[in-house]
């Protein structure tokens, strides 16, 4: 049995704390904000996860001292943006052989470092004590048991292993990776295809606009992997192409919903406001254009998704210019 404490009490971090207990680990849930956690305490249930029971046995704390106490594994689930400040205030109370799983999907602005990158930047911790959890998982399934793949992505092999036999269940199949930094940029760069495809439908395009976003998106996001010197393998496996499928398909998608709102004619203030979560594929645009820049690699589809968001472009125009732009090879 590992004592894991789960760091953010969002669905992800919800459902992966139930799925944890039920693996027959000692867990607490903490969230920064007091009446959450008062209120999950209380109901042991999410307000965006209403059908499922929060376990008893799950503690839940607003005090992030509480939830580190002797913990084998800390598991980061704060939204991107949240990463640093939430790393800065829990780097006291992590134990020296504390064990960091990051399951946030982003990539920093200005730094362009990954979440792992952030948080070892804020402890203080060495590249082999920590993991990204990476992959097609909506926690609106797993928190209910359907199953699920997902990639333990880590430097050290032995400590990716450890993460893997702690999360894998008969339901959560969990494979290993060396590649974190290829599956960190897959996990913040697939949510802005995903606001493409979701543009797509909301626009009334069909099937063969959307298959061809999903597959012309990865193969820029692969360019821009192979540029940083990630394996070209990782981006055609689950953290890669998986996790762009279900985030461009899903109904359970934020940045999917996000988008079909642009592309019906809603700002992307107004999107984020209707969908009320985090929409981590804007939150990532800035360092996509920005890397996309810096290693010279073109991202079409990145570039007009991000003038649609950040310069008010009209959905059907960026598509027609997607469209016409010079004919090449595949």
């Known amino acids: 049995m590992a004592k894991i404490g789960i760091i953010g009490a969002g669905t992800w971090g919800t459902a992966l704390s139930k799925m944890l207990a039920e693996n027959g680990h000692s867990v607490v849930l903490w969230s920064a904000l007091k009446e959450e956690a008062e209120m ?20 839940i704390t607003d005090q992030i001292r509480e939830a580190l106490k002797e913990a084998d594994i800390a598991v980061f689930a704060v939204p991107s943006v949240y990463v640093r400040s939430t790393a800065k ?25 990954s979440m792992t990158s952030v948080i070892m930047e804020e402890c203080h911790l ?7 959890l990476s992959g097609p998982t909506h926690a609106e399934e797993v928190s209910i048991g359907l199953p699920t793949t997902i990639v333990a992505a880590g430097t050290d092999l032995k ?4 993460v893997q036999s702690v999360f894998a269940n008969s339901y959560f199949r969990v494979y290993t990776n060396p590649d ?3 599956v960190e940029l897959c996990g913040a760069l697939k949510n802005v295809i995903a606001l493409a495809a979701g543009v797509s439908d909301g626009i009334g395009y069909g099937d063969n606009a959307k298959a061809a976003i999903i597959t012309r998106g990865m193969a820029e996001i692969a360019r821009l992997g192979k540029a940083m010197g990630c394996d070209e393998r990782t981006f ?22 996000a988008g079909n709102l642009m592309g019906r004619g809603f700002s992307a203030k107004e999107a984020i406001e209707q969908v009320g979560m985090v929409v981590e594929g804007i939150n990532a645009l800035p360092a996509a254009v920005g890397l996309s820049q ?10 007009a998704v991000n003038e649609m968001v950040h310069h008010g472009a009209d959905p059907k125009t960026a598509v027609s210019l997607l469209m016409t732009r010079e004919y090449k090879a595949e």
């Not at 953290?239 to 762009?244: E, F, Q």
């Open 40 to 59: 999950l305490r209380t109901d042991r249930r999410h307000p965006k996860l209403k059908d499922v029971l929060i376990p008893e046995e799950i503690g």
């Open 89 to 113: 205030i829990a780097a006291p109370y992590l134990e020296s052989e504390t064990v960091i799983v990051s399951v946030a999907k982003g990539i920093e602005p200005v730094t362009y470092l």
């Open 126 to 132: 060495a590249k082999e004590r920590i993991v990204a």
């Open 159 to 162: 400590t990716a292993q450890y």
């Open 180 to 182: 974190i930094e290829g």
């Open 236 to 257: 055609y496996g689950l953290a890669g192409i998986g996790d762009l499928i279900v985030t461009a398909t899903s109904r359970h998608s934020r940045n999917n919903r």
């Open 294 to 303: 810096k290693y010279d690699v073109e991202m079409p589809i990145t570039f």
